[in-house]
């Protein structure tokens, strides 16, 4: 993605992403609950990019793909179909390592539909459960960004769920008063 990256981290990429994808023409629609999603939920688009591990050890996000149109038959459904690899011309397509499926997502609600299960378990059928990083053993996972109020305009990344691969819990990522991220098992 141009004018995205390199990061040295995931979390510094996971933050910079986040109001990249939400700010793109109806990628985000605010809460379920407040006044006028319904109308917002019908116009969203859902968008979706790989942030993926180099061999130069930094962490890139791939171009953004946009999903379809809601089907008229069924509004609530959004979706966006990602190619399993990334296209980045500067390495070999083995040496990059898939960390994480990045897509907007409302705040609630946090489970996940079947359709993504079916993708994660293609994904760690592809990828793994784990990637090697310079940070560590990170677990491959889906990220769902979320606005909590929509703002046309000028978008605040609230927060994101995590949802790793090989595990069963649901991780809320939101930001306090001090701007200091905290973590809590929705699920």
Avoid at 75 to 84: I, L, Y
Avoid at 99 to 106: A, D, K, S, T
Wanted: aromatic letters at 14%; a negative charge.
């Amino acid at each position: 993605m141009l004018d995205f990256g390199p990061f040295d981290s995931r979390w510094d990429a996971l933050i910079a992403a986040c109001p990249l994808i939400l700010s793109m023409p109806g990628g985000h629609a605010g809460r379920q609950d407040s006044m006028g999603f319904d109308v917002r939920w019908r116009v969203s688009r859902e968008y979706c990019s790989w942030l993926y591990y180099t061999p130069d050890e930094k962490y890139e996000m791939s171009m953004l793909v946009e999903g379809p149109e809601a089907p008229p038959y069924d509004q609530s459904k959004r979706s966006c179909v990602m190619p399993m690899v990334v296209a980045d011309k500067r390495y070999a397509p083995e040496s990059l390592k898939y960390v994480y499926f990045l897509h907007g997502h409302p705040e609630f609600p946090t489970g996940l539909s079947e359709k993504d299960m079916a993708a994660i378990a293609l994904i760690r059928k592809v990828h793994g459960e784990y990637v090697e990083t310079r940070e560590g053993r990170v677990p491959v996972g889906f990220i769902a960004f979320f606005a909590k109020s929509y703002e046309p305009v000028q978008v605040k990344c609230d927060g994101f769920f995590e949802y790793s691969m090989g595990s069963n819990e649901v991780l809320k990522w939101t930001r306090d008063k001090q701007d200091r991220w905290h973590r809590e098992e929705v699920r």
